[in-house]
């Protein structure tokens, strides 16, 4: 009996990194414009096309490991291109890794502040779009369709909704992105820099509904550059510079030692090395 409880509590994996690589290749003509993100959309290149003049091979992620169990919220810092969104597509599914394996338990999903709804389409039109991607039915999207434009707070000042999502500033764009997946309840949630947009009101309600996907089981990664933010939705953080993990442990822990990174202090040695 003692036995049986004792696994019972066990902690449980929802994502493996093991010893990962993302490698990504950029065509050294017209490669001057855009962030390293933009240029992972770009078609991979193998073989011959590899050795062509002007090709060259970007090292995003290097050898990062880790365990993400159930009922955790992660955060992933770092500076600029130091991978972290990077990180988050290959968790998706949506990049290959060069080396190295990615397990995941369930079904991740990721949100980022450009994942693309229709411009065109009224906001209305984009909940029920978004909710289908996410893997709702429209039986629960209807249901939930009047929670989802409170939550966004898109009508807060005018009937915002029933316009064209191109009328929409960035942050309330990023906020109407933000209450269609909180809607549903995610085995592995991958938020890309949702919470980083919005008033000190919406950052609040948005940190109180992943605090209650993770009573739910669910597993919340955040990228943001934000540290309020991290400091207020995550119990812990991985801290990726360069494309290599350089600490992973409680949040408060691992912000210190960035913190002083960042105004001038000493690196740490990767966590692979």
Same mark, same amino acid.
């Given at each position: 009996?003692?036995?049986?409880?004792?696994?019972?509590?066990?902690? $449980?994996?929802?994502? $493996?990194?093991?010893?990962?690589? &993302?490698?990504?290749?950029?065509?050294?003509?017209?490669? /001057?414009?855009?962030?390293? *993100?933009?240029?992972?959309?770009?078609?991979?290149?193998?073989?011959?096309?590899?050795?062509?003049?002007?090709?060259?091979?970007?090292?995003?992620?290097?050898?990062?490991?880790?365990?993400?169990?159930?009922?955790?919220?992660?955060? !992933?810092?770092?500076?600029? /291109?130091?991978?972290?969104?990077?990180?988050?597509?290959?968790?998706?599914?949506?990049?290959? $890794?060069?080396?190295?394996?990615?397990?995941?338990?369930?079904?991740?999903?990721?949100?980022?502040?450009?994942?693309?709804?229709? /411009?065109?389409? *009224?906001?209305?039109?984009?909940?029920?779009?978004?909710?289908?991607?996410?893997?709702?039915?429209?039986?629960?999207?209807?249901?939930?369709?009047?929670? &989802?434009?409170?939550?966004?707070?898109?009508?807060?000042?005018?009937?915002?909704?029933?316009?064209?999502?191109?009328?929409?500033?960035?942050?309330? /764009?990023?906020?109407?992105?933000?209450?269609?997946?909180?809607?549903?309840?995610?085995?592995? !949630? !991958? &938020?890309?820099?949702?919470?980083?947009?919005?008033?000190?009101?919406?950052?609040?309600?948005?940190?109180?509904? &992943?605090?209650?996907?993770?009573?739910?089981?669910? *597993?919340?990664?955040?990228?943001?550059?934000?540290?309020?933010?991290?400091?207020?939705?995550?119990?812990?953080?991985?801290?990726?510079?360069?494309?290599?993990?350089?600490?992973?442990?409680?949040?408060?822990?691992?912000?210190?030692?960035?913190?002083?990174? *960042?105004?001038?202090?000493?690196?740490?040695?990767?966590?692979?090395?």
């Amino acid at each position: 009996m003692a036995d049986h409880l004792l696994r019972a509590a066990e902690p $449980v994996p929802t994502v $493996v990194a093991d010893h990962v690589d &993302i490698v990504y290749r950029v065509n050294g003509t017209g490669g /001057g414009r855009g962030s390293a *993100t933009a240029a992972l959309n770009r078609i991979l290149r193998r073989g011959q096309a590899e050795k062509a003049a002007g090709v060259r091979r970007v090292h995003a992620v290097k050898n990062v490991s880790f365990v993400a169990y159930k009922g955790e919220a992660i955060g !992933l810092i770092g500076t600029n /291109g130091s991978g972290k969104s990077t990180l988050l597509k290959a968790v998706a599914g949506l990049l290959p $890794v060069e080396r190295g394996r990615i397990y995941t338990d369930g079904q991740p999903s990721l949100l980022g502040v450009n994942a693309a709804l229709m /411009g065109d389409l *009224t906001g209305e039109r984009n909940v029920y779009l978004g909710g289908l991607a996410m893997g709702m039915s429209r039986e629960q999207i209807k249901e939930r369709y009047q929670q &989802i434009v409170d939550f966004s707070g898109i009508n807060d000042k005018g009937d915002f909704i029933s316009l064209p999502m191109r009328t929409y500033s960035s942050g309330m /764009g990023s906020r109407l992105r933000f209450s269609i997946a909180a809607a549903k309840d995610h085995d592995v !949630l !991958l &938020i890309d820099e949702a919470l980083a947009t919005g008033d000190a009101k919406f950052q609040r309600r948005s940190a109180e509904r &992943i605090e209650e996907m993770r009573g739910q089981a669910g *597993t919340v990664f955040l990228v943001s550059h934000s540290n309020g933010a991290i400091r207020d939705t995550c119990g812990r953080v991985l801290w990726l510079e360069r494309g290599e993990l350089l600490m992973d442990g409680p949040t408060e822990e691992v912000m210190k030692e960035y913190e002083a990174f *960042t105004k001038g202090g000493k690196k740490p040695r990767p966590l692979a090395a």
